[in-house]
């Protein structure tokens, strides 16, 4: 058995946030080096947004705050919203010497009852579990000033071992509402939703906490190899970055 998986059938979006009150109750990482993925998706981020001191940034999902008090130094003010108490609380507090960012509790549905207006906001490892997708990429790029911009870091759904996740019981989904994007999907989508000026790439991620060894291993070896000569199918990851 390749993947560790098992999907929880959601009826609900009261069943899907206790789902991620209990999840941010468990203080762990599973799919590898923690502090290194974060230095990575930083990394990308910061090239991508291209972040100034002039920038008011939110952080879409943000739980903990690591992310935002990663760019922190790099903008004007940051607000990360997420729709898990227990997360917001602990980004709080985790986060508390930081003096240009705060934290609210906000579900991402509801960013239309935001009146301020951001020029960047970002995403990472979240746009996944999002439903209705089309609605909230309209509700952000609402909530830009023009010229703003809009980044994702999420899965991609063409990666070999997304494919082979559709012929085992245990996948990578871990809610039944997940949904996986290819290029062309998230193109289309930011297309629909008003961006302009898209760009978009790949980025190396196994998601190796799904995955039993030692194939979550064979498909780094697979992403870091023959992932420079086809990215589509050999890179777990994929981002996109739109403008107002």
């Not at 098992?6 to 599973?30: P, V």
């Not at 992310?67 to 602990?90: E, M, S």
């Not at 996948?171 to 509402?177: A, F, I, Q, R």
């Not at 290029?183 to 898209?198: A, D, M, R, Y």
């Amino acid at each position: 058995m390749i993947f560790k998986t098992k999907q929880t059938k959601i009826r609900s979006k009261e069943q899907l946030k206790e789902k991620f009150e209990k999840t941010a109750q468990e203080e762990f990482f599973s799919h590898g080096d923690f502090k290194k993925l974060l230095k990575y998706q930083s990394k990308i981020l910061i090239k991508n947004l291209e972040l100034t001191k002039n920038d008011t940034v939110l952080d879409l999902a943000c739980g903990y705050g690591f992310q935002l008090a990663k760019v922190a130094n790099l903008v004007k003010n940051g607000l990360g919203v997420d729709w898990a108490t227990t997360l917001i609380k602990k980004a709080k507090n985790y986060q508390k010497n930081q003096t240009n960012i705060s934290f609210s509790e906000l579900a991402v549905e509801n960013l239309n009852t935001l009146e301020k207006k951001f020029t960047k906001i970002y995403s990472i490892g979240a746009f996944e579990h999002f439903t209705n997708h089309p609605k909230i990429c309209k509700d952000i790029h609402n909530r830009l000033t023009q010229n703003g911009k809009f980044m994702i870091l999420t899965q991609n759904k063409s990666a070999i071992w997304h494919f082979l996740s559709h012929y085992s019981s245990h996948g990578l989904k871990h809610n039944s509402t997940d949904t996986f994007f290819t290029k062309k999907e998230l193109k289309t989508l930011f297309k629909s939703s008003g961006f302009k000026t898209i760009k978009i790439g790949y980025w190396n991620f196994v998601p190796k906490g799904d995955i039993h060894y030692p194939f979550n291993t064979v498909f780094q070896y697979i992403e870091k190899i023959i992932g420079v000569i086809l990215p589509q199918f050999c890179k777990g990851g994929l981002y996109i970055v739109g403008s107002k």
